[in-house]
């Protein structure tokens, strides 16, 4: 069983930036790990995954603007958030699972957060 925490989320101005941050209960060095959101009403997105071999795809939408990283054997992954935008306010979730799917974010993930909710205002 794997507990996964957010915390960092808030309020920013558009053009501002916020880190993210998802601790788990254990290490999960190979794991598969990402960054989803949702708006109310609508399906949610994949943000960001932290592969099993380290490579890190993101969504079109936050390329050049999001990184993700992880610390600590993947104890913990991070979403660091710059340039942000008022489409980029949702609840934010970390996911874990133990393997990755060939195609980015299409993991069934096992393991979920609460969400931390960020509010981009223009």
């Known amino acids: 069983q794997v507990q996964l925490v957010e915390s960092g989320g808030g309020s920013v101005q558009a053009g501002g930036s916020l880190r993210l941050s998802c601790a788990a209960s254990?290490?999960?060095?190979?794991?598969?790990l990402a960054w989803f959101r949702q708006v109310p009403g609508k399906e949610r997105e994949g943000v960001a995954i932290?592969?099993?071999?380290?490579?890190?795809p993101y969504a079109n939408s936050v390329k050049g603007r999001f990184t993700i990283f992880t610390e600590n054997a993947k104890k913990s992954v991070h979403l660091q958030m710059a340039s942000l935008k008022p489409e980029d306010t949702a609840m934010y979730y970390c996911?874990?699972?133990?393997?990755?799917?060939?195609?980015?974010?299409?993991?069934?993930?096992?393991?979920w957060g609460q969400g931390t909710q960020v509010t981009v205002s223009s």
């Open positions: 254990r290490y999960l060095y190979g794991w598969c």
């Open positions: 996911a874990a699972n133990e393997h990755c799917a060939d195609r980015p974010f299409t993991t069934d993930f096992m393991y």
């Open positions: 932290v592969n099993s071999d380290g490579t890190t």
